[in-house]
């Protein structure tokens, strides 16, 4: 590995200690709406949208799986879209998994 290798990967490294640090205050702030029991679109949907836009890993992807369950309680319909972002960005079937269980819940109940 050159140097130049190595400087990238160190790079990498710092950003993702970066994003880690940052999901940590999402997280927080995901847990403040859920207390604060809001329930605005636009600021489920805006913390949504960074979660996206970060790269992918284990924890984003279970943030942004309960903020999407969270979200599903609000709006049904928008939620999936999420979760089809998701799916469609990172070809990543895990969250759209998860809220469509919940959506077959929700239908098994509204049978009956």
Known sequence: MDKREKAFIEKIKEF???QDDYLNYLEEYFDFIRYRNITRNSEIEHLLDIVLGMI???KT???YTRICLYYHAIDRQCAMEYAQFYLEMY???RVI???MKVERLIK???KK
Request: aromatic share 6%; no cysteine; glycine share 0%.
């Open 16 to 18: 993702m200690e970066v």
């Open 91 to 93: 070809n990543d079937d």
């Open 61 to 63: 992807v279970d943030l």
């Open 108 to 110: 098994r109940y509204e």
């Open 97 to 99: 998994r998860e809220v």
């Open 56 to 58: 992918p890993t284990d």
